[in-house]
């Protein structure tokens, strides 16, 4: 395994945040990521997990960051929902400002879910989005796939 790249962007407020110069409620560190609630909770105890090296959108991260933030989601997860009785949770990412990203440093959302009559809902019920399925036609899906395959 390489040695981790420590890269900062001295603008970015999550680099400063995995410097120290700005407090956090962190939860979880390790050599590559970093795990902390959220200053503008969706929910109860939302939280967020970064790679500890900057890098803005996901394809820019390198497979061992990316494999530090993963490993880190399942018992994160865990913690949180059960520390807040929450029965479900919802893992985001967001890349880009069209698909809702406002911080350019990756980041791994972990928004507990709330019934609306659980006392905890008081604190939001965690995320709403509109999901309006299409239908897959298999001429298009082939084309797809093919084009796809080729950049992997
Ligand atoms: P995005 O919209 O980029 O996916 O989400 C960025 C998240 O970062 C938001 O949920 C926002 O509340 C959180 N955030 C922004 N600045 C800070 C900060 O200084 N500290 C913490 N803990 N969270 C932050
Ligand atoms: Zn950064």
Known sequence: MSRPNQSQDPECIFCKII???IPCYELHQD???????DIGPLSKAHSL?????HATTIDELSSEDAAACGAILPRL???ITTATGAPACNILQNNGALAGQAVGHVHFHVIPRFDPAQP??????GLRFDWTPNKL???KAQALQSAIRQGL
């Open 137 to 139: 036609e298999a001429d």
């Open 31 to 37: 050599e590559r990521a970093l795990a902390f609630l």
């Open 19 to 21: 410097a120290g110069q």
């Open 49 to 53: 997990v970064v790679p500890k090296a």
């Open 120 to 125: 905890e809902a008081e604190e939001g019920v």
């Open 77 to 79: 997860s865990k913690a």
